[in-house]
């Protein structure tokens, strides 16, 4: 498996506040599908690929991922770091850079899956030779779209559809030189505006699966696919 070792930021300090029915007391990264805490589903992704070293930074309730870790490791090497409360992503990840050793690390949100092939992002990465990689996806309208023809009649409702348009899904692919355009207070966006005119970001065009909890329809949502259509179930067991 090609650079194992490289290890995996996954943002988990937000407060869930769109999700509150789940994440009272408990951070959204721990928000069950099927049984399992979200932050599995992502470690799995990963793991399906040989990446298995995980730093969640925590935040909010940030104890609970440390607690679920310290008994139930799923063969998974998890170094949970914790990076503040109100602490915005960009600087939760300028937070692990003592923790970086090797030239080059991922990211990802602490609630988002999909049926992403790391190898081939990772291989893409290296491919072009620059700064940053993120993922784009296609996400869903929350709302229907109105088709009409050149005469303004209606063609169609179109419930939820994909949208054409890609929005960073996580999956973030960065050099350790990343660090050098991330000062406290940054949101994640931040370097990344940095690095655009320079040439130094690319996009990883991921035209499959992928899905972001943010609200509890989200949840049921997820919970719903995982016992009829787990699209982002790529391991066996």
Not at 53 to 65: K, T
Not at 120 to 149: C, M, Q, Y
Request: overall charge neutral; glycine content about 8%.
């Amino acid at each position: 498996m090609d650079s194992p070792k490289i290890k995996t930021i996954i943002l988990c300090g937000g407060t869930g506040t769109r999700l509150k029915e789940e994440t009272e007391f408990k951070p959204k990264p721990m928000v069950e599908i099927g049984g399992k805490p979200m932050l599995w589903h992502i470690m799995k992704i990963y793991h399906h690929y040989g990446y298995n070293h995980f730093l969640p930074a925590l935040g909010f309730r940030g104890e609970v991922i440390q607690d679920y870790f310290s008994k139930n490791n799923h063969g998974f090497a998890v170094t949970p770091i914790d990076t503040g409360l109100e602490t915005p992503h960009g600087e939760r990840v300028l937070k692990m850079k003592p923790h970086i050793t090797e030239d080059m690390f991922m990211v990802t949100y602490g609630d988002g899956v999909a049926d992403i092939d790391i190898a081939k992002l990772v291989a893409f990465h290296k491919s072009h030779g620059k700064i940053a990689t993120i993922t784009g996806v296609h996400p869903e309208s929350r709302w229907g779209l109105v088709n009409t023809d050149k005469d303004n009649l209606i063609t169609e409702f179109a419930q939820k559809p994909m949208l054409y348009d890609y929005v960073n899904g996580g999956f973030m692919v960065l050099n350790k030189e990343f660090f050098n355009y991330l000062k406290p207070g940054d949101m994640i966006e931040d370097p990344l505006k940095l690095l655009i005119p320079m040439k130094q970001a690319a996009l990883y065009k991921h035209e499959g699966f992928w899905y972001g909890m943010d609200t509890y329809k989200d949840f049921l949502y997820l919970n719903e696919l995982w016992e009829k259509d787990p699209k982002w179930k790529l391991w066996k067991d």
